[in-house]
């Protein structure tokens, strides 16, 4: 059985950092992507970070130079740094994994999941 626990998440103020991290247990890294999502009061769940199991990456623009996903396969965790935080980035984050076939055109969309974690709350003040 999979599971993903994510932790890390906090208050911050604008222009702060955070590391979130994501412990799992049942899956094995390099098997799969793995990926960081997010979502805020009444908006859609959004890819931030997405990592295909071949060390290739991907980010919206939104977050682009400033959020970082990594992963330590010894430790099974998968980490997302995220700097110079503003306002708009405040969302429950959470942490997927998928081992099925999909597109690499989606590696940034739900679709390509099908492991998640119940979220960390990220909240940034101005």
């Known amino acids: 059985q999979v599971q993903l626990v994510e932790s890390g998440g906090g208050s911050v103020q604008d222009g702060g950092s955070l590391r979130l991290s994501c412990a799992a247990s049942g899956y094995t890294f390099n098997t799969g992507r793995m990926a960081w999502f997010r979502q805020a009061p009444g908006k859609e769940r959004e890819g931030v970070a997405a990592d295909d199991s071949t060390g290739s990456t991907s980010y919206p623009d939104s977050v682009k130079g400033r959020f970082t996903i990594a992963q330590d396969n010894a430790k099974n965790t998968l980490y997302l740094q995220m700097n110079s935080l503003k306002p708009e980035d405040t969302a429950m984050y959470y942490c997927?994994?998928?081992?099925?076939?999909?597109?690499?055109?989606?590696?940034?969309?739900?679709?390509?999941?099908?492991?998640w974690g119940q979220g960390t709350q990220v909240t940034v003040s101005s």
């Open positions: 997927a994994a998928g081992d099925r076939w999909a597109p690499r055109g989606w590696l940034l969309l739900q679709q390509a999941y099908n492991y």
